[in-house]
């Protein structure tokens, strides 16, 4: 019998280096097949084209340093082919995972199949292989190599000719808009909340106009987020699940530019606040999928697979998303950006996502708020249908969300204290907000983007203007953050033709009360949404008016009415009520005019 032949070390990592480039290259064709044929969202950064292979590298030389010790160990001639096995299956297993609709048990056997196959092909072919791979290797990590290098100059190169494309700039304040994403006004003490969740935003609280009932555009974060930048509503934005914001109105960062306003936006929420959904038109920087080890891993579909399993999570001793920024570190990323003055006035966006599911804050905060006898919660999954509609297990994830509150709170002092050392306060209008709230079994659901009660849809809203102007004034009135824009350019002293609304200056500035806003809210329906989800049975709408808010349901037809002054978790449906129903008539009639725009998305 004659011995096994020996290990080559060498050979062994080139294969698993050439695998894992070229599985992220396959990766990448399989993301654009997707984007061109099933859905134009995909959820990466455009550096995706360079990252993904460099991070599967880095998982197949992981993967085939283990597999060289145990080749070292068992030396068994039949084992010799099981690393083309394994780099073939996961190869192909990563570019099936860009399809959802694949199911996992099925993409797992064509991908182990097809990797057996491969291996019985290149097993008498070994010396061939290793020809093969010390003359590819080369050529595949200096084409990844120019990839990286040119995409990473010409976006920079970009942003210098945009800024050099701007006009000349008068003396306007500068404009900073803070969202905290799926923060909802109900619970901060900001607003009365009884738990001291935003101790930091109360002591500013003061120096600002104070917004008691200020209502998002919708329940999620791409519509409210686009209605927010160009003042229109959900019903005649693109802006929907899977179709991008298009341009077909003017955004904030776009106007501001023609006044000569360098701008740039800084998102923690990296799927519904990135490039790719059409949030970054007309800002000269934008930061979505910063180039950091974790969100370049998270641009291979591999390693997100990895990162999903739940077994794994808990043996790495981590529940958090794979590349995660928090705040501290988008506040970092502005600060470093704000430090490199040009002279210009500025408007910068802060996207801050800590309060965002699965609502993990980090010490001290992590153990703030825990109710009694409550066990604290994890994380609750991405799959809400399956989540135990439990109050114990509500209470708990509460309890994880206001701590969260409570760092992200902590976070915005600190930016607030960096932005007084540098004296950039003064001339500066802050506005502080969300793009939505968030749903704790209230209604029988969890998550956000799912119904359009206040829970969803209510959120805190403070402005900061320039020189103090309305400083400790606290509105009642209901107003919309459709209004923001339009707000910005008369706080500005600028035109403010391009956007439809009207400042919220009136309700501080105005001798008299200004008259009542009626404020839509909506959200398109979610037909793969589980039942028991009211978006899922049709478009929604909601409208506002004084004390009366009207829910309607375009596909069930299904409608509610409250009066939220006495029922702010809206609990008691008014709509059959005798007394209630000229009202209900009146809004119903309303809501389905103000709809109306509301065709197919991207029609």
């Excluded at 698993?16 to 997707?34: M, P």
């Excluded at 038109?281 to 990162?307: C, K, N």
């Excluded at 009136?506 to 200004?514: D, E, F, L, N, V």
């Amino acid at each position: 019998m004659s011995a096994p032949a020996r290990l080559d070390v060498g050979a062994e990592l080139r294969l698993a280096a050439c695998a894992g480039l070229l599985a992220g290259y396959l990766d990448v064709l399989a993301t654009a097949w997707r984007r061109l044929l099933v859905e134009p969202i995909v959820f990466v950064g455009r550096h995706q084209v360079w990252t993904a292979p460099v991070a599967d590298l880095a998982l197949f030389l992981a993967v085939g340093a283990g597999l060289v010790v145990l080749l070292a160990l068992v030396r068994r001639p039949a084992l010799r082919g099981l690393p083309v096995v394994v780099y073939t299956a996961l190869a192909v297993l990563g570019a099936l995972y860009v399809f959802p609709s694949i199911h996992r048990v099925a993409a797992l056997l064509l991908a182990t199949g097809l990797g057996v196959q491969v291996a019985r092909w290149t097993g008498p072919r070994r010396a061939g292989v290793d020809r093969g791979t010390r003359r590819l290797l080369p050529w595949l990590a200096g084409a990844t190599a120019l990839l990286a290098a040119g995409m990473i100059g010409a976006q920079a190169l970009a942003e210098r000719r945009a800024l050099d494309r701007l006009p000349a700039a008068g003396r306007t304040p500068n404009v900073l808009f803070l969202v905290l994403d799926t923060v909802r006004a109900m619970n901060l003490s900001l607003y009365g909340y009884a738990r001291p969740t935003t101790p930091e935003l109360d002591r500013r609280a003061p120096h600002a106009v104070r917004f008691t009932r200020a209502i998002a555009p919708g329940p999620w974060t791409l519509p409210s987020h686009a209605g927010i930048f160009t003042g229109r509503s959900v019903p005649e934005l693109s802006a929907d699940w899977m179709v991008p914001l298009d341009a077909t109105y003017p955004v904030l960062a776009e106007v501001l530019g023609h006044a000569g306003y360098r701008s740039a936006g800084f998102v923690g929420n990296t799927d519904y606040c990135s490039e790719e959904v059409g949030l970054a038109r007309g800002f000269t920087h934008y930061e979505d999928y910063v180039l950091t080890p974790g969100q370049m891993a998270r641009s291979a579909a591999l390693w997100r697979m990895i990162a999903r399993v739940r077994l794994l999570r808990t043996l790495v001793g981590s529940q958090d998303n794979l590349g995660r920024r928090t705040a501290p570190m988008v506040i970092d990323r502005f600060l470093g950006w704000l430090d490199r003055d040009s002279g210009r006035p500025w408007f910068a966006f802060l996207n801050l996502y800590d309060a965002h599911r699965p609502y993990l804050p980090p010490a001290p905060f992590d153990t703030l708020f825990q109710t009694p006898g409550v066990p604290k919660v994890p994380r609750i999954a991405r799959e809400h249908a399956d989540e135990p509609r439990d109050p114990a297990r509500a209470r708990g994830a509460e309890d994880a969300y206001d701590s969260a509150i409570a760092a992200l709170d902590a976070a915005l002092g600190g930016l607030f204290r960096e932005l007084e050392a540098r004296g950039a306060l003064a001339n500066t209008i802050v506005i502080v907000t969300a793009d939505h709230g968030e749903e704790f079994l209230e209604h029988g659901v969890w998550d956000h983007g799912n119904t359009l009660y206040l829970t969803a849809v209510h959120v805190p809203l403070l402005i900061f203007a320039p020189g103090g102007e309305g400083a400790g004034t606290t509105v009642t009135a209901p107003v919309a953050l459709t209004d923001l824009p339009a707000t910005v350019m008369e706080l500005a002293g600028l035109p403010g033709g391009a956007f439809p609304g009207r400042s919220l200056r009136r309700h501080w500035a105005s001798a008299t009360a200004a008259p009542p806003d009626t404020i839509l809210s909506a959200v398109r329906q979610v037909p793969r949404q589980a039942i028991q989800y009211p978006v899922s049975q049709g478009n929604m709408a909601s409208l506002m008016t004084g004390d009366l808010r009207y829910i309607r349901n375009l596909g069930s037809e299904r409608e509610e009415l409250y009066a939220v002054t006495t029922d702010p978790l809206e609990q008691r449906d008014l709509g059959g009520a005798p007394a209630s129903l000229a009202a209900r008539d009146s809004l119903r009639a309303r809501t389905l005019h103000l709809f109306a725009p509301a065709a197919a998305p991207g029609d």
